[in-house]
């Protein structure tokens, strides 16, 4: 399982990149997998401003419908639209051209709470 430990996690296994107040945010390679073929990523919350774990979107697989929780409040100041074409990207390359919005982070502190690497293999069982 690939797992950067330049990121963050959450237990909800949404990974995130921090770049100053900016977040960018995916789905790990351990939740992809878990989910199988992904053929849709919805994001109605465009330019929404949302609270820590609240749903932003869903992702949908051959088999099933996953909600995404947000996992630090702030606003969803952009939309992966690749995805809408090739959502498959989230399987081939979750940490890369498969992440899904960036976050205007509205609180800081809450970076504390996510999961180091090594923190979040020890929630998944790796």
């Given at each position: 399982m690939n797992l950067p430990s330049e990121l963050k996690y959450t237990k909800d296994h949404e990974w995130i990149k921090l770049e100053g107040d900016i977040a960018t945010v995916g789905i790990t390679d351990f939740a992809q997998g878990e989910l199988g073929d992904i053929v849709y990523?919805?994001?109605?919350?465009?330019?929404?401003?949302?609270?820590?774990d609240e749903v932003f979107g869903t992702v949908e697989a051959v088999k099933t419908v996953s909600d995404l929780f947000l996992p630090l409040s702030g606003e969803i100041i952009e939309?992966?639209?690749?995805?809408?074409?090739?959502?498959?990207?989230?399987?081939?390359?979750?940490y890369g051209e498969g992440w899904m919005v960036k976050i205007k982070i509205s609180d800081t502190s809450e970076v504390d709470a996510l999961l180091s690497a090594s923190e979040y293999k020890e929630v998944v069982g790796a």
């Open positions: 990523v919805e994001v109605e919350t465009l330019d929404e401003t949302l609270d820590k939309f992966n639209e690749a995805l809408e074409d090739a959502p498959e990207k989230v399987n081939s390359d979750p």
